[in-house]
């Protein structure tokens, strides 16, 4: 079995709960509030900084010089795709909105464990803690364009956007990136991997509750309060 095939089947119980989430049935039958959807896409704008930010710093200490064009390509068609959505335009979100909103907790914690996989664990943790976001989304998206859904027209955008069969072939680059890595790893750095792979699937499902729950700090939370009193 190929060792992403593996990650697959070890993280099913997350990943259902990611499927099966309130945000992702909410965006769906077009019951998830307006609120919770641009608030994803503020924390989104931050995360997307990290995550590519990443790609290239992996890169940079790839011994393998295929491997590290492939990551950073990975990033130039990922802008390359993301200009083209509508929903930026539509949610009519600027970056000074973007600016002024704090990184959420949970966000944080997914941002600085990706990095730390990679600083402290090295490139094979690294890239795969990449992955998850990736492939939770073309297998999720995938699945609900298949199936059929009726929602909110900015939702219908949302949904076929992530469901293209653009993002679909750069999860598969990924994917095989993943096996090439492991492949060439000894059982430390696969078992480092794993472990990778499954905070990452963690982190997905918890990034949708998140935004369910306007999840903030507790002091900006204090301060909000105080605003609307
Ligand atoms: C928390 C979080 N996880 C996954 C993605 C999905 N995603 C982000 S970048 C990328 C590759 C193409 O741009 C994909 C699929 C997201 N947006 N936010």
Redesign the pocket.
């Known amino acids: 079995m190929k060792f992403t095939d593996q990650l697959r089947q070890e993280n099913d119980p997350v990943w259902q709960q990611i499927f099966n989430c309130p945000f992702i049935s909410g965006l769906t039958d077009g019951t998830l509030s307006m609120d919770a959807f641009r608030y994803y896409f503020i924390q989104?704008n931050k995360?997307?900084v990290a995550?590519?930010d990443l790609h290239q710093k992996i890169a940079k200490k790839m011994a393998n010089k295929e491997q590290a064009y492939l990551l950073n390509h990975?990033v130039d068609?990922?802008?390359e795709?993301?200009e083209r959505s509508p929903i930026y335009d539509e949610l009519k979100l600027t970056q000074a909105e973007i600016d002024s909103v704090p990184v959420a907790p949970t966000?944080y914690a997914?941002i600085t464990n990706m990095y730390y996989q990679f600083e402290e664990e090295g490139i094979e943790a690294g890239t795969v803690s990449l992955v998850?976001?990736?492939w939770?989304?073309?297998e999720m998206f995938q699945n609900i364009r298949k199936k059929g859904y009726s929602t909110k027209p900015v939702y219908k955008d949302f949904i076929e956007f992530?469901s293209g069969d653009e993002?679909g072939s750069?999860?598969q680059k990924m994917l095989d990136l993943t096996d090439e890595l492991a492949d060439a790893a000894t059982p430390e750095v696969r078992e480092k991997m794993r472990l990778a792979f499954q905070y990452s699937s963690e982190?997905?499902l918890q990034?949708w509750k998140m935004c369910v729950e306007h999840e903030q700090w507790i002091l900006d939370q204090k301060k909000s309060n105080l605003l609307a009193q």
């Open positions: 989104d995360y997307c995550f590519y990975l068609l990922c802008n795709i993301t966000a997914y998850p976001c990736y939770t989304y073309t992530c993002f750069l999860n982190y997905e990034y």
